[in-house]
């Protein structure tokens, strides 16, 4: 710990490590720039979509899906690295920075409910940012969501307490989670569904688990960041400032996945395969209409995973924080050795899915994941050993299942309505999945016991099961 008379030089150390990773960030921005040759080549391909390319640009429009997928793994870190420095924010600051007129549960579920804000506002600003796309292309939509997520991070960077400006503090917070919420909806490029279809035929299942490595990445980061901090400062100093440094680390590295981003989604060759694929987006009202069911089945298929994505990240550490005596920074240390765990697991899901197949894997991890729920929360009142085996366990499942989650019936909608379902059915699938676990869980285990934590884990598994076996349904028919 920090003393409080070293307060000046723990913070010289803290901005300077800042400093440096904004250094690099520009650093790796001017090195992602498009060049004025590609950008005058990408404004002409804009401005006149029916013209046949010319030899040298059919020959750049063959691009590799290792490309595709660097794009994804990037664009999708960085969104996770934000949504996990909110999350772990959520359990260990909120609570008492914003609602410290309550105990410290009932501040818990008060930041989870606000935790809960971004997944209802998402679909919202899919809506929103598809008409902009419709209307002004897929880079202004890019370049105007990501900065709205990195301006609603970095403003909670600058957030006031109830101390300072009372009930204020609360609308402020729920206000930037609406704008991180809603730019989430926004920052859908479709390099994932590109991906799908340029992926080769007998390694789907490897492509489709690619884009799920940025999760356990973007925590992995955000768990280290925090640890550092909790161990380094003092209490009273974490809760002043040290909680707000890994907001403006967020800020910097949206501003280079926004580049990243730009380069791959928006340059003429991959402009043209969006074209040529018929990736385009569709208006909302009539996707719905058309692929409304596949929406709604697609929502629930990837419900296991995503139940037990916050099983095993946000709320294990509630319940540590609140009604254990391991220390916090401790227990994130445990979680990021977990997640690292979590990445071979997701790599052993793109091999198992291409020689079974991703139903395959799907069902027999919801089944795991059923069977997990029944005795795993009890863990995490073990002790060390159980926390571990919690942890490594969970992570072990979550990774198998989170895999190839993803566009699960991506692959039953129309290719004209593709780009805009992708992106309704995985706003839809977080928010009935993932929105309100922490809450739920939590509520759930501090009021019935631990075991009940389990019980949304159950209705997951069993949601997964069924939809899958709906679509399965469906498929036949349609054939």
């Known amino acids: 710990m920090v003393r409080r008379g070293s307060l000046s030089d723990a913070q010289k150390s803290c901005t300077r490590a800042l400093a440096r990773c904004i250094a690099a960030a520009l650093f790796l921005l001017d090195t992602v720039d498009l060049p004025k040759e590609e950008s005058k080549r990408m404004s002409t391909d804009t401005a006149a979509p029916n013209l046949e390319p010319d030899s040298r640009a059919s020959a750049r429009a063959h691009a590799s899906p290792g490309e595709i997928a660097i794009g994804v793994v990037i664009g999708r870190a960085s969104e996770f690295f934000d949504f996990f420095v909110y999350a772990i924010a959520s359990v260990m600051v909120f609570p008492k920075l914003v609602f410290p007129y309550t105990d410290a549960l009932s501040g818990t579920l008060l930041s989870f ?17 598809t008409a902009l796309e419709r209307a002004r292309g897929r880079g202004l939509k890019l370049i105007v969501a990501l900065f709205l ?54 390694r789907r299942g490897w492509y489709a688990m690619l884009p799920q490595l940025g999760a356990p990445i973007g925590f992995m980061v955000a768990s280290a960041l925090f640890a550092f901090f909790a161990s380094e400062l003092s209490t009273a100093d974490f809760l002043e400032w040290g909680w707000r440094y890994p907001f403006f680390v967020a800020f910097a590295i949206n501003v280079v996945a926004l580049f990243a981003r730009l380069r791959i989604s928006v340059a003429p060759e991959y402009t043209r395969l969006f074209r040529n694929r018929e990736l385009q987006p569709s208006a909302v009202r009539g996707t719905l209409h058309a692929e409304g069911h596949h929406i709604l089945i697609g929502a629930f298929a990837p419900l296991a995973s995503l139940t ?172």
Do not use: K
């Open 308 to 479: 037990m994505f916050h099983t095993v990240t946000v709320f294990p550490l509630s319940w540590v924080f609140l009604f254990t005596p391991v220390s916090p920074a401790r227990f994130l240390v445990i979680e990021t050795a977990g997640a690292v765990l979590g990445i071979v697991a997701i790599l052993a899901s793109g091999w198992l899915a291409d020689r079974t197949s991703r139903r395959t894997v799907l069902v027999a991890t919801a089944a795991a994941i059923a069977a997990f729920s029944g005795f795993a929360p009890q863990l995490l009142n073990g002790g060390d050993v159980g926390e571990g085996l919690f942890m490594f366990l969970g992570f072990a499942l979550l990774g198998l299942s989170f895999g190839q989650c993803s566009g699960a019936i991506a692959s039953s909608f129309a290719m004209r309505y593709r780009y805009t379902a992708s992106a309704l059915t995985s706003d839809l699938a977080w928010l009935v999945g993932a929105a309100f676990a922490p809450l739920v869980a939590l509520a759930l285990s501090s009021r019935l016991g631990i075991i009940w934590a389990g019980a949304y884990l159950l209705f997951g598994a069993i949601c997964t099961l069924v939809a899958l076996g709906i679509n399965r349904q469906l498929e036949a028919q349609e054939r």
């Open 149 to 202: 997520l990195g301006g609603s991070t970095v403003a909670i960077a600058f957030l006031p307490g109830y101390a300072q400006v009372g009930s204020a503090s609360v609308v402020l917070l729920t206000l930037f989670r609406t704008g991180q919420g809603l730019a989430l909806g926004g920052s859908w490029d479709g390099l994932a569904s590109l991906l799908a279809i340029h992926a080769p035929e007998r």
């Open 113 to 129: 409910a606000v935790f809960a804000i971004a997944f209802v506002v998402r679909p919202f600003g899919t809506v929103l940012f």
